[in-house]
């Protein structure tokens, strides 16, 4: 896939980011980055090659802006804030959102380290935004717990913020084992690992 700017014509229809985004997804999964070419993105998305470019400029745009519409759910989160429900209610909440991140940014992060270039956007951009870097997820279900810790309804006694890591892993393995190793064979259900986890804090 070439980085240089193809000529533009006029501005796209509406609607062409969204398939855009969505054809390089599926290409993503079912390809690699090694052969994802922007005449089967157009293709797939039904829009002209040049319109690839109009919108994202090159290929490190355009994964990047899969990654960021990937965050969409934890972002709302932060925005929002966290702890309005119950305790196993919020980490449901928490850890659904979280997956629903991996499983479309982890493709963008396999992609990544198979490419140079790729991997110091993807790079570039988490250091610009450390505000939607994986990391902040640790962070808001880590504060989140320091309150309930000093309210007593966890135990005195538990590292809230490795309960908090422990938690974002388990979301990171759910949703990368397919992709490592191509079965989700032993995975627990998300239900189990969150009420495994109260039961450990409580």
Known sequence: MTTADAPRRGRPPSGGRERIRAATFDLLREKGIARLATKEIAA????????????????EGLLSAIFENALAPLIEIREEGIG?????????????????????????????QADVDLRSSVTEYLSENPDRNPQTGVRLIGEYLDELQRSGIIRAGIDTHTAAFMLVSSCTWRAGQPWLVGTT?????????????????T
Do not use: C, W
Not at 88 to 106: G, K, M, S
Not at 185 to 201: N, Y
């Open 44 to 59: 797939r998305a039904g829009v002209s090659e040049g319109s690839i470019f109009y919108h994202y400029k090159n290929r």
């Open 185 to 201: 064979d032993g995975v627990p259900e998300r239900a189990d690992v969150v009420d495994t986890l109260i039961a450990m804090l």
């Open 84 to 112: 309005a429900q119950s305790l196993r209610e919020t980490l449901d909440h928490f850890t659904t959102a979280v997956e629903h991140f991996l499983e479309h940014a982890i493709v963008v992060m396999f992609a990544a």
